[in-house]
């Protein structure tokens, strides 16, 4: 592992750079701005972070302003969760109930059904 892979070092355009130094210096935290070479407007922040504490709350600070981080060794990004399985379980669902009214009609109808089968019976027709 290389040195700077060691230290999290902050990507900041020269309007972020005062709020990055203001943290800082808040938080007590050691750091070394050198310029990026590619632009002219960007600058890297290395900083030295010496406790869980500090790295969670520098992580947090870069989350809140939209600052690219970068060292400390690869990070995996969760993966997206898909909504296949959300829209499936809401094709499983049931067919909501029949109103009072529906099942009222249907059980006079099987009364009525039945009530003439009854009088049939009686009068043996």
Same mark, same amino acid.
């Given at each position: 592992?290389?040195?700077?892979?060691?230290?999290?070092?902050?990507?900041?355009?020269?309007?972020?750079? +005062?709020?990055?130094?203001?943290?800082?210096?808040? +938080?007590?935290?050691?750091?070394?701005?050198?310029?990026?070479?590619?632009?002219?407007?960007?600058?890297?922040?290395?900083?030295?972070?010496?406790?869980?504490?500090?790295?969670?709350?520098?992580?947090?600070?870069?989350?809140?302003?939209?600052?690219?981080?970068?060292?400390?060794?690869?990070?995996?990004?969760?993966?997206?969760?898909?909504?296949?399985?959300?829209?499936?379980?809401?094709?499983?669902?049931?067919?909501?109930?029949?109103?009072?009214?529906?099942?009222?009609?249907?059980?006079?109808?099987?009364?009525?059904?039945?009530?003439?089968?009854?009088?049939?019976?009686?009068?043996?027709?």
């Amino acid at each position: 592992m290389s040195k700077t892979d060691d230290k999290p070092v902050i990507l900041a355009k020269r309007k972020n750079i +005062q709020t990055i130094f203001d943290y800082c210096l808040d +938080q007590k935290i050691e750091f070394k701005v050198s310029p990026r070479a590619i632009s002219n407007d960007e600058w890297e922040l290395e900083l030295s972070i010496d406790s869980i504490k500090m790295a969670i709350a520098l992580g947090m600070f870069v989350r809140e302003n939209k600052l690219d981080m970068y060292g400390m060794g690869e990070f995996s990004k969760p993966k997206p969760i898909s909504n296949v399985k959300k829209v499936e379980e809401k094709e499983k669902t049931i067919a909501p109930a029949p109103s009072l009214s529906d099942l009222m009609s249907v059980a006079l109808a099987d009364d009525t059904a039945n009530a003439l089968n009854l009088d049939l019976n009686a009068n043996n027709n």
